[in-house]
Nanobody
């Protein structure tokens, strides 16, 4: 079981920025493709951005391209999601997850296919004035 830990959420005004972090104290995250996902009230969980384990390839949902950036700091065993120019529609609980079996495109398109063992508990992001 790989229960990831997210942090960095909060309340921010439209146009503001946040940086989310995803880490784990025991497992080496550089070995895993990692994705960021979000779920707004009444909506399905959707993939936001995913990053490969080996060569740093990234994938972004169209709705966040140019505003959100996913990155790794292997020395800190952490994956980040830098969120800029935030909009009210970005409000959601943000989760990170790992999946060693899938491509990053598949991870981001089909979050329901990721085992429950590979998810974090989520962090709330609220964009409001």
């Amino acid at each position: 079981q790989l229960q990831l830990v997210e942090s960095g959420g909060g309340l921010v005004q439209p146009g503001g920025s946040l940086r989310l972090s995803c880490t784990h104290s025991d497992f080496s995250l550089p070995l895993y493709p990692i994705g960021w996902f979000r779920q707004a009230p009444g909506k399905e969980r959707e993939g936001v951005s995913c990053i490969s384990s080996s060569d740093g390839r990234t994938y972004y949902a169209d709705s966040v391209k140019g505003r959100l950036t996913i990155s790794r700091d292997n020395a800190k065993n952490t994956v980040y999601l830098q969120m800029n120019s935030l909009k009210p529609e970005d409000t959601a609980v943000y989760y990170c997850a790992a999946d060693p079996r899938q491509t990053i495109q598949a991870m981001c398109h089909y979050p329901s296919s990721i085992s429950d063992d590979y998810w974090g508990q989520g962090t709330q992001v609220t964009v409001s004035s």
